[in-house]
């Protein structure tokens, strides 16, 4: 149903370990998204009340701790939510950036 309103680009990148210094490592794949820029307060993964920029719509596994570059910038994933479709299953995620 989502499919045809994902008429943007962006690239995700997915944290698959953490390399010698302790940072991130990514593996990246460019990605249908819906992307609207609405500010609002969300919780992330500890529990904290943050800021959102933006919301973003996908079809993709996106989690909290990977990062989507959209628009020569990158923003971490900050919370997650799925979506579920009319037959029960995931549709898609509204991941708030």
């Known amino acids: 149903m989502i ?9 995700w990148k997915r944290v698959v370990g ?6 991130p ?5 460019e990605i249908k998204v819906r992307w609207e820029g609405k500010r ?3 919780r992330d993964k500890e529990g ?3 800021v959102s920029e933006a919301r973003v719509f996908c079809k ?3 989690k909290p701790g990977d990062l989507l570059e959209y628009d020569g910038r990158e923003w971490p ?8 479709g009319l037959n029960g299953t995931e549709n898609h995620r509204e991941c708030a950036v």
């Open 77 to 84: 994933v900050i919370a997650v939510s799925t979506v579920p």
């Open 25 to 29: 490592e990514t593996e990246e794949q």
């Open 40 to 42: 609002r307060l969300v």
């Open 48 to 50: 904290h009340e943050v």
């Open 3 to 11: 499919t045809g309103y994902l008429n943007q680009t962006a690239t």
């Open 60 to 62: 993709e596994p996106v």
């Open 18 to 23: 953490l390399n010698m210094y302790g940072e």
